[in-house]
């Protein structure tokens, strides 16, 4: 309205055609309105534009880059896509994202890796810590004790087979894209199945409580030999690794364990085994 109130003002004997032809030529040149407001425009909107204030909001994972990049080359046009962005503030710019889609809810979202090493608290991927490792890390205490810290890396997945940017869930998991040839020990499968019900059972709990049947393929398929390797698998965080950690590394072994009823029948204990479990079993 102002730009209409502007434009007869300045051109009293103009018709609705001419303001209309003056919207058309002004999109045609991609010049911002001159009167002064706020202007509502998308990434791709605003190129060739400049503000003397931006504001880009909406900068979580899933938006930027947009959950349908899946390949290296697309999450790096998402990336200049928001350089573009960035580049369009004269004096003024403000980053922002929300953890959650609505106040009070769940805070389950993470700003873009784009902006790692930009925000407070972030660090660049590939930057130096004090545990000699680049990017955003968490520990996990080692199976065992002694201190041990098993670092694990937060960041973009890739499938292991073909190196592919993995976005879906399940992909992650299994740390290769669905389509690739799986490495399967059947084996090794069907142990920590069995293994898994009796915990289960045990817990009183559901199977997938104690490892999902994703979890359990990406193990069957990875065969870690060290706590940092089981680690790195997607669905073995610190309290996982730590309670079931050295059952999963003696089966990977190929060692068979003591029975866990056995075990509760003798002290009363129940869950994973404590203790070396390849003592247990050579004792037994």
Known sequence: MRLAEDFAGSRPGATLSDLVAEL?????????????????????????LEWDAVFLVGLTEGMVPITYAKTDQQIEEERRLLYVGVTRARHHLTLSWALSRAPGGR?????????????????????????????????????????????RRRGPVHCRVCGRALTDAGEMKLMRCEGCPSELDEALYERLRDWRAEQAGLLGQPAYCVFTDKTLLAIA?????????????????????DRFGAD????????????????????????SHSGDPWQNSTEK
């Open 24 to 48: 058309d030529e002004r999109a045609a040149a991609q010049h911002a309105p001159t009167v002064e407001g706020v202007t509502l425009a998308s990434l791709h909107a605003a190129k060739g």
């Open 107 to 151: 805070a389950s979202r993470r700003p873009t890796r784009f902006l790692n090493g930009l925000r407070p608290g972030s660090q660049a991927v590939g930057a130096r810590t004090l545990g000699g490792a680049g990017g955003i890390e968490r520990g996990a205490a080692a199976p065992g004790g002694g201190g041990a810290t098993v670092r």
């Open 221 to 241: 398929e990875a065969v870690p030999e060290t706590a940092s390797e089981l680690a790195r698998i997607a669905g073995v965080g610190r309290r996982k690794l």
């Open 248 to 271: 999963v590394l003696a089966l990977c072994a190929g060692r068979e364990l003591p029975s866990a009823v056995d075990d509760e029948g003798d002290d009363g204990a129940g869950g």
